[in-house]
Each structure stands twice: as structure tokens, then as C-alpha cells.
């Protein structure tokens, strides 16, 4: 419906395991966006891409790894994650680097748990 | 203190209410501001835009005061539909060849019963 799909909706994992949450956006667009919304706190930033190159890294921990290989798909490559890397991981995209008044678009979300 | 604060709520309304919803800012470099809405379980989408001469779309109405870096929203006869979480959200963004981030508020959880 929003032009932007994620995969897989759900995701459980051990601490050990290594896994990888994929973007797609139909919209034409040339920025995409890696969010994470833990329960009671606000949406964090975590990576911006701007035609496939990384523009952002908001202090997120190695264990998180975003891969961008063009500007319609980005992924976010999970290894070695703790139990308070649980949340609902948002990606959104934007015609281009929001300045003024550009909206972001986001995907339905991949809702991870950390076992 | 927080770059976006909400009061988080929850507001329990009946259908037909009106309710408002307050949003304060910390930096006054802020250049735009948005309403985005969030239902239970579902990823957040815009309901508006928030200009400093305040605007109007059907039932909602927001306002932005800049000198008190304080954001608005207004929503008349209330909906069961309207239940949702309404995030407010600052652009900072200092023109040029920058670029802004969106910094999202805690959300505002509104319940609107029968």
C-alpha cells in the first residue's frame, strides 16, 4: 500500500545467530532510511542512504550492518545482536534527503525479538 | 530535556470529542514540522504538515508557534477510527546542500470510544 515492503514481518533470534532484514521501495525514490522503535521511546535514525551511499551512521553498534546495493532495496545485516536489540525495525525512503518539506514513506516494519 | 516532547497520554475520548494534542521543540533551528499518525502494530504514516500560519484538513487543524517552539493538533468530532498514536515530528534542516534529519517525538495515544 505505501510503495515500501519489508521482509520478514517477524523475526526471532538467538544471540548467535546471524540474519538479514530486507527493504524494496516502488517508489522511485533515491533516499532510503533504517529506523528502530523500541517500546515507550521514539523512533531512533539509525542509517541514511542517498544513492546507494551511506550518509549517516547514528553511533549504531557494528553488530548492525546496512548494505545498500542500489536505490531501490536496502538491507540491514544483524549478527551477534543482544536481548535489548529487540523493537520494530522501520525502513523508509524519500524522493531525495529530506530538506524542507519531502515525507518519508515507510514499510510496515520487521518486529525482531532477541532471544 | 527531549528535542521532541509529547505528552504520551493516553487521551480516552468519546466519539463526537474534540481533543488536542501539545508538542514542544528544543532547537529553535527547526525548519519543519509534520503530524504523523501510527495505528497499533503498523508503521507510521504522514496526517499532516504544520505551517506557521496554521492549517486545516477537514477535521484536524495544526499550529506552530515558532517564538514558543510549541506545535499543535486539533482533531473535532472525534472518530473510533481516529484511535492511533500521533507522533509529532521536527526537521532540522539548515538549508543549502545539508540535508534535515526527522526527529519523532514519543507519541500521543489516543483511544476514542464508543
Known amino acids: 500500500e505505501t510503495g515500501v515492503t519489508q521482509t520478514p514481518r517477524h523475526l526471532v533470534m538467538g544471540m548467535t545467530n546471524k540474519k538479514s532484514l530486507k527493504c524494496e521501495q516502488h517508489?522511485?525514490?533515491?533516499?532510503m532510511y533504517w529506523y528502530k522503535q523500541s517500546a515507550k521511546k521514539p523512533l531512533e535514525l539509525m542509517f541514511v542512504y542517498s544513492l546507494e551511499e551511506r550518509v549517516e551512521n547514528n553511533s549504531v553498534p557494528s553488530r548492525f550492518s546496512p548494505e545498500c546495493p542500489n536505490s531501490s532495496h536496502l538491507f540491514l545485516h544483524l549478527h551477534t545482536l543482544q536481548p535489548e536489540d529487540s523493537a520494530l525495525y522501520l525502513c523508509a525512503s524519500s524522493q531525495d534527503l529530506v530538506t524542507g518539506t519531502d515525507t518519508q514513506y515507510f514499510g510496515p516494519g520487521t518486529r525482531l525479538t532477541v532471544l | 530535556r527531549k528535542e521532541v516532547e509529547q505528552d504520551p497520554g493516553p487521551f480516552n475520548v468519546p466519539e463526537g470529542a474534540t481533543v488536542a494534542f501539545n508538542c514542544t521543540y528544543s532547537n529553535s533551528a527547526s525548519q519543519s514540522f509534520f503530524w504523523y499518525r501510527q495505528d497499533c502494530r503498523k508503521e507510521p504514516k504522514l496526517l499532516m504538515s504544520?505551517?506557521?500560519s496554521g492549517n486545516e484538513d477537514g477535521r484536524f487543524t495544526a499550529q506552530l508557534n515558532r517564538a514558543s517552539q510549541y506545535i499543535s493538533l486539533l482533531i473535532r468530532d472525534s472518530k473510533l477510527s481516529d484511535s492511533a498514536t500521533y507522533l509529532c515530528v521536527v526537521n532540522l534542516w539548515s538549508g543549502g546542500t545539508s540535508y534535515g534529519k526527522l526527529t519523532f517525538g514519543q507519541g500521543t495515544i489516543l483511544t476514542v470510544h464508543p
Open positions: 517508489l522511485g525514490h533515491n533516499a
Open positions: 504544520v505551517y506557521s
